[in-house]
C-alpha cells in the first residue's frame, strides 16, 4: 500500500488539500492508498476560507510516507524551520514530493525546487521565480513531473496531478475508477496549458461534441479543416476558439488523446504494437515509439511490461 502524507500548513487552502484527500483517502482506496493528514502542531489548524480543520497527526507522520503533499497556503512565506527541515529529510529518504497550487512555495523554500524545472498557479508564478532565483519556472503549463518531485498549477490542476500520480503507481485503468467516480477528465497532459485569461465569447459555443467524434475517429487520419467541418466553423475561427476553450492547438490536443488511447490499449489488451498504432490513429509501430518516446521516454514494450494489467482483449473495446 502506497503511503500518502499532506502536509498541512496554517492557514491552508481548503480546496488544495480536499483534492489529495478525495483522491487518495476515500474509503474505495484503501486497497491501493492509505491517506494521512499532518501540521506541524496538532489540533485546529485554520484555513483561508475562515474556518479551522482538525489535524490530528504531527510531522512524525511524514516519516513513513511514500508520498508528501504541500496544498497551497497563504501567507506563502509563513513557514516554520521545523516544516522546512521535515520537507528536506522526506526528499532525503527518497519520499516523492508534490504541490498542489501555491504548496510549490514550501517545496521551493526547502530547496528542493532548486535546478529543477516547476509550476505554480500562473498568478503567483512571478512571485516564485523572483524570490527562489535557482528554480526554473514554467507557469504555462498544468503540471510538470521532474521524477522524485512534481508541482502543479493552480486548484483544479491539482486533480490533474493527482491522477496522474493515480496513473504513474497502478495504471490508466486505476485513474480511469477514480476519474469517473470524481466526474473528472482522466488525464490531461501537464504540458497543457493554464487557461490564465483567456475569456471565450459567452455565445454559446462549444466544442466537446466535435471533441468526442474526434476520439471515436481517432483511428484514422484527421484534418483541423474536417475538425472544423465538424463543428461548422472556417479552419481559422475554429482553431482560434478551440485553443481558446481547450488550452490546446486542434491537432496537439488530437495527439495527446492518440497517446491515451495507446497507453490504455497497451495497458490492458494483448494487442500487437502495429494493432495498437493503427487503432490510435498514429500508424505504425516505429510512429507509436517516436510519439511515447517523446512523451514519456519510454517505448512501447516497455511501457506495456511495467504497466500491464490482467485484462484481455476481449474486456476492453477500442
Known sequence: MHKVVALVVPDVIVFDLAIPAEIFGRAVERERYAFTACTEHPGAVHSTSGFSLEIGSGLDAMEGADTVIVPGFSPRDDLSPVVIAALRRASGRGVRMASV?????????????????????????????????????????????????????????????CLYMVRRDYGALAASEVSRRMVAPVYRPGGQAQFMERPVPDD?????????????????????????????YST?????????????????????????????????TELPIEEVAWRC??????????????????TPTAYRNTFRTDATPAQVGR
Open 101 to 161: 497550487c501555491v504548496g510549490a512555495f514550501a517545496l521551493a523554500a526547502a530547496g528542493l525546487l532548486d535546478g529543477r524545472n516547476a509550476t505554480t498557479h500562473w498568478e503567483f508564478a512571478d512571485e516564485l521565480a523572483a524570490r527562489f532565483p535557482a528554480v526554473r519556472v514554467t507557469p504555462e503549463v498544468l503540471y510538470v513531473d521532474e521524477g522524485s518531485v512534481l508541482t502543479s498549477a493552480g486548484i483544479a490542476a491539482g486533480v490533474d496531478l
Open 204 to 232: 454559446g459555443f462549444g466544442l466537446a461534441g466535435t471533441r468526442a467524434w474526434a476520439i471515436q475517429e481517432m483511428h484514422r487520419h484527421l484534418t483541423v479543416s474536417e475538425l472544423a467541418g465538424h463543428a461548422g
Open 236 to 268: 481559422r475561427t475554429f482553431a482560434r476558439r478551440f485553443l481558446a476553450e481547450v488550452g490546446a492547438t486542434p491537432l496537439r490536443w488530437l495527439t495527446n488523446q492518440r497517446l491515451l488511447e495507446a497507453r490504455r490499449l497497451l495497458e490492458a
Open 281 to 298: 490513429g498514429l500508424g505504425t509501430a516505429a510512429n507509436l515509439r517516436l510519439h511515447l518516446a517523446r512523451d514519456a521516454s519510454i
